[in-house]
Structure formats: structure tokens, C-alpha cells
């Protein structure tokens, strides 16, 4: 074999650490652009962060090398994380107090508020334990009771079967079911009403017991929590009046009293985290045109130190050769931080541009977007715009939105035309809202009607839309 040297000429995509550090930043929300910063500033002496108050604080937020720029003050806003999921027969049956007047679910008074701010600082446990040391109970009892406590969930349930319970326990410590049993009944009649339960229908009955005896329709209340709750969860009313003998008025209390529980009686102690967002623009309609704004208060300011800046100037040899390499770096941080907000604000204010109609009268008006056009509106790649989309919220007078809340497929029309599916949810919101509760619309019928508007939708496409937005279906939103 001869061997031979070859000249080829190529071209290759080198991702410089500039760049590598670009694209990160862009990707970062600005609660993590802040903490990366953090990091950073400890890491690099010639990078420093304006403090709040100072004269430079005031100046404009972008600079060269050796301007200064301010720290970010954050405006949070609180986006809770999602409840845990209860037990299965309480998730089947929790469109009942969806509605229902006077329930846990609708505590929204100034006073339900503070109560449960207050109930937030201690935890299910806490208060359980509490009135276990209470109880006149020998030890050995009181061991037993707190070791059925500590396997409640969130929402005050024992999931746990009593015998697999005591087959965990030690041998020696010889426990019978019977006495876990014990414990339980103890648990059962502590606060709030209804911890303990092992079930839904338990649930429910527990806090049924404990109503006067006198109490109307408890009795009827206390048959159907314990052998009809999914009859009344389907909303059979016909089939359940004809198994409870009674009339329509009747089935009213009785539909009322049990909405009326608290299906989740440990709900009030969990402690829920709390996220923050913080909004990256604004828009404000400003003479008739909606006008977008970098968000200030998000945007980090920061500067090159002088100090350390003026030892390099005035010593330029090789023992500062590490210096030299920081201070290219913060150089190359500021330029990207900024390039960071430039982009968020071209791609924002190209989105408003589109979606300006959506300003103006709400989700109905939402038109189909996708990213293609903003990247092709803003010369930028579509994997661009996806990064400067997450994560990234936009403040409104309608609320905040993700920036990505603006994008959307799009169904078409009878004219040739699109309507996005943001639109059509919101339609199918107003309808479902509009509808008679003793008539509700069905899924066919829903499609029916935005057809009749010129909106050509099927039938299993309004279902995954009502899904999405968490409505039952029709025969779970019929009441009498």
C-alpha cells in the first residue's frame, strides 16, 4: 500500500465557550440567570454587581467593560406546585364539590384565608400528636396511635392495610391488628373530622357521624356515603332517589349536606412549596398601541471591577496572565447578559405583533402561532426562539403568561381560514358555562355549535380540549 498525503479544504461549526455561555444564558429562567450569576461573581474577582441605591444603580442596565449595571430586585409571583393525588375513590368522585355551594373547595372569604395561613404553620402530624399526648393512654397505646399517624398522607388518609402495617413491625414487640385497629379509632376521633379514613365513603362517613342525630337528611346522607357514592358521583340522581325513596327536594338536601364535607380533612396542614416567577417584559397599551418593556427589576446589573481592572493596565506582564483570562470573561458575561434581555425583547414584542388581538378582547381572539414565524419575523433560529419561549413570562394587563402560552396548532375554518386551539378552548369554556346544568352539552353538540360558527372541529378533538381544561363530561356536570 503507497502512502500519500491529501490537501482537503472543509468547513466546520466550532461552538466557541462565548457561544456555549449564549446559548445557556438564553435557556436559564431569570430566577436561575441570578443564581448562576451568583456563582459566577464568586468565582471571577473582576466581575462585580452593582448594589441597589448607589448612583450607578440608576444608569442604564447595559454597558461596555466599564459600565456599571444593577441588581436585580425580584417581584415574585407565587405559582403553587400540584397537590398530591389522593386516594383513587376520592379522585373519582371530586367533580361533587366542583360546584357545590358552601364546601371545602370554596373558601375563598377573608376569613377562610387567614384561617388557613394559620393552619400552614403546623403540620397534620403536629396537631395530631398533640392531642394524642392528651389522651389518657397507656404508653404501649400511644406508640401504636403514632405509628398509624406517621403513615397518614398528605391529605389525612391511611393508605396501609392495618395487617401489612403490623407484619412490619418487629417481632418481638408481638402487635395484633387488633390493636392497630385500636389506634385507629382513636385517630378517627381527633381533628380535623375525618382523618383516618381508609376510604373515601369512610371519609365521608366519619364526618356524617359526628352531625346531630337531627340533622335533615343525615341518615338518607349516611346510606349513600356508604353504599351509593358512585351512583352520586355519576350524578344518577333518578337511579339514587329511586334507592333512597325520596323526592327531588329530598335528594337536594342530601346531595347539599354531602358536598358539603370535606373530602381531603388533612389538605389544611400540608405544607405546599411555593415557586416564583419572575416576569422578563411588560406590556402596556400606551395611545392606543401595546407597547413591551424589559422588566428592570429582573435585569442584573453588572460591571467589570475597576480596581483590579487598573492593576491590568498598568501591569501588563505574564504573572497577570490569569487576570487577563477573567477579565475576558467578564467581558464576555456582560455582552451575553445583555444579548440575552435584546433577544427576549425583539422576540416578546414580535409575538404582541401577532397576537395583539388577544390584548384586546381575550383568549377567543388567540390566533395560531408557531415558531417559525417569530424566528423568521426576528432572523433568529427556531431553536432560538424555543429557549427565549421557556421559562420566560411576560406581564399583561389580562395576567402573566409563559411567553410559549402564545403558540399554538390551529384548526381550520368553513372560509379557508385558522382558528388556534387556544380559541377553541375558550369557547368551549363560555359554553360549558353557558349551559343549562340540568342539560348539559355534550361533546357532539359542542362541536356542532363552533361548526355552526365556522369552526370545524370533531368531536373527540372537543373531548381532549375539555380534558385539558379539566371539565367532566356531560352526564358528571348534570345536577337536578
Known amino acids: 500500500m503507497k502512502h500519500s498525503l491529501q490537501l482537503r479544504v472543509s468547513q466546520q461549526l466550532t461552538l466557541t465557550p462565548q457561544l456555549q455561555q449564549s446559548i445557556r444564558l438564553l435557556q436559564l429562567s431569570t430566577l436561575e440567570l441570578n443564581q448562576e450569576l451568583e456563582t459566577l461573581l464568586q468565582d471571577n474577582p473582576l466581575l462585580e454587581r452593582v448594589e441597589p441605591g448607589s448612583e450607578e444603580a440608576n444608569t442604564d442596565p447595559y454597558f461596555d467593560s466599564e459600565t456599571p449595571a444593577a441588581e436585580t430586585a425580584e417581584a415574585p409571583v407565587a405559582a403553587p406546585e400540584p397537590e398530591t393525588t389522593p386516594p383513587e375513590s376520592a ?15 370554596q373558601g375563598d372569604d377573608e376569613e377562610d384565608d387567614g384561617q388557613q395561613g394559620a393552619a400552614c404553620t403546623e403540620t397534620l402530624r403536629e396537631h395530631l400528636q398533640w392531642q394524642l399526648n392528651l389522651l389518657p393512654l397507656s404508653e404501649r ?7 398509624l399517624i406517621d403513615a397518614l398522607d398528605d391529605f389525612g388518609y391511611l393508605q396501609q392495610d392495618l395487617g401489612e402495617l403490623a407484619g ?3 417481632l418481638e414487640l408481638e402487635v395484633d391488628p387488633v390493636e392497630l385497629d385500636t389506634a385507629l379509632k382513636h385517630i378517627q376521633h381527633m381533628d380535623p373530622i375525618g382523618v383516618g379514613a381508609r376510604s373515601l365513603a369512610e371519609c365521608l362517613t366519619l364526618q356524617l357521624q359526628a352531625l346531630p342525630a337531627d340533622t335533615p337528611g343525615r341518615a338518607a346522607a349516611l346510606e349513600t356515603a356508604q353504599h351509593h357514592l358512585e351512583i352520586l358521583g355519576a350524578r344518577d340522581f333518578a337511579k339514587l332517589k329511586k334507592l333512597l325513596h325520596c323526592s327531588d327536594e329530598q335528594m337536594r338536601v342530601v346531595r347539599d349536606l354531602i358536598t358539603g364535607l370535606n373530602p381531603r380533612p388533612g389538605a389544611e396542614y400540608a405544607t405546599n412549596d411555593t415557586r416564583y416567577i419572575v416576569h422578563d417584559v411588560e406590556v402596556r397599551k400606551v395611545k392606543g398601541q401595546w407597547v413591551v418593556q424589559l422588566n428592570t427589576d429582573a435585569m442584573p446589573r453588572l460591571r467589570i471591577n475597576r480596581v483590579y481592572a487598573d492593576i491590568l493596565r498598568r501591569n501588563r506582564d505574564a504573572s497577570n496572565k490569569d487576570l487577563s483570562a477573567q477579565l475576558q470573561e467578564a467581558r464576555w458575561l456582560i455582552k451575553n447578559v445583555q444579548q440575552r434581555f435584546d433577544t427576549i425583547l ?26 417559525r414565524e417569530i424566528a423568521d419575523e426576528v432572523n433568529l433560529h427556531e431553536s432560538t426562539v424555543s429557549r427565549v419561549t421557556t421559562h420566560k413570562y411576560m406581564l399583561t394587563p389580562r395576567g402573566i403568561f409563559e411567553l410559549k402560552y402564545f403558540f399554538g396548532s390551529h384548526v381550520a375554518t368553513d372560509t379557508g381560514g385558522a382558528c388556534s386551539a387556544t380559541a377553541i378552548r375558550a369557547l368551549i369554556k363560555q359554553l360549558v ?29 372537543i373531548a381532549k380540549y375539555r380534558e385539558a381544561l379539566q371539565i367532566p363530561p356531560a352526564n358528571l356536570r348534570k345536577s337536578l
Not at 346 to 371: K, T
Open 141 to 147: 397505646d400511644k406508640t401504636m396511635t403514632m405509628l
Open 168 to 170: 412490619m413491625l418487629p
Open 91 to 105: 379522585e373519582q368522585s371530586d367533580s361533587l364539590w366542583d360546584e357545590a355551594p358552601g364546601s371545602y373547595a
Open 346 to 371: 425583539r422576540v416578546s414584542q414580535a409575538i404582541v405583533e401577532r397576537q395583539r388581538h388577544f390584548f384586546e378582547h381575550g383568549e377567543v381572539a388567540m390566533r395560531p402561532l408557531v415558531l
Open 433 to 461: 358555562a353557558a349551559e343549562s346544568t340540568k342539560r348539559p352539552l355534550s361533546d357532539s353538540q359542542i362541536a356542532d355549535i363552533l361548526s355552526q360558527q365556522g369552526i370545524i372541529v370533531a368531536r373527540r378533538t
